[in-house]
Antibody, heavy 124, light 110 residues
Framework: EVQLLESGGGLVQPGGSLRLSCAAS????????MSWVRQAPGKGLEWVSA????????YYADSVKGRFTISRDNSKNTLYLQMNSLRAEDTAVYYC?????????????????WGQGTLVTVSS | QSVLTQPPSVSEAPRQRVTISCSGS????????VNWYQQLPGKAPKLLIY???LLPSGVSDRFSGSKSGTSASLAISGLQSEDEADYYC???????????FGGGTKLTVL
């Protein structure tokens, strides 16, 4: 059974940093691209970042480019999101999601499994 | 303002059929596949339809997807109370070089 478990969320002040983790199990982690998707309170979904199975290719939404860094440790079956220079508008539940297609980030590929999310609150 | 446009809400009676639209442009829906997600209250999103009209294993065949030009649609037939949820369309956008979502549609089963 595929499981994705996010952790690392919490309250952080504007300008601060936070690192999210997503522990994966139930599939060959290194064989699949992964993504982070967020949802502000009461709002819709927003794609944040994606990474290929090898970690060699990364993609970011304009809203987080230069502030967030996606990475993965395939030996630990774990996906990360390093968030720096956090702003109030980054407040959201952050979900990790598994790409259905495979090791490469395929633009049209759906996310077939999602974690339960971790809440990040940016406030003074 | 979302890149893909969905109606904020739709409602219909049980056992009826409802359609949710998703409008985009040539840089997203017009040139890339559309995926649909269902988000039950307080839960994580779930894949509902992928590559425009394919049904994932385990998803009821009461759900169907279609696409024409720069618009896509999700249809739900035989509405049940458990279908009450938020529904999101998503696609890759060639201009933004990233994945984009619709703003979501809240379905109410009357």
């Amino acid at each position: 059974e595929v499981q994705l478990l996010e952790s690392g969320g919490g309250l952080v002040q504007p300008g601060g940093s936070l690192r999210l983790s997503c522990a994966a199990s139930g599939f060959t982690f290194s064989s699949y691209a992964m993504s982070w998707v967020r949802q502000a309170p009461g709002k819709g979904l927003e794609w944040v970042s994606a990474i290929s199975g090898s970690g060699g290719s990364t993609y970011y939404a304009d809203s987080v480019k230069g502030r967030f860094t996606i990475s993965r440790d395939n030996s630990k079956n774990t996906l990360y999101l390093q968030m720096n220079s956090l702003r109030a508008e980054d407040t959201a539940v952050y979900y990790c999601a598994k790409d259905q297609a495979g090791i490469v980030v395929v633009p049209a590929a759906p996310w077939d499994y999602w974690g339960q999310g971790t809440l990040v609150t940016v406030s003074s | 303002q979302s890149v893909l446009t969905q109606p904020p809400s739709v409602s219909e009676a049980p056992r009826q059929r409802v359609t949710i639209s998703c409008s985009g442009s040539s840089s997203n829906i017009g040139n890339n596949a559309v995926n649909w997600y269902q988000q039950l209250p307080g839960k994580a999103p779930k894949l509902l339809i992928y590559y425009d009209d394919l049904l994932p294993s385990g998803v009821s065949d009461r759900f169907s997807g279609s696409k024409s030009g720069t618009s896509a649609s999700l249809a739900i037939s035989g509405l049940q109370s458990e279908d009450e949820a938020d529904y999101y369309c998503a696609a890759w956008d060639d201009s933004l070089n990233g994945r984009v979502f619709g703003g979501g549609t809240k379905l109410t089963v009357l």
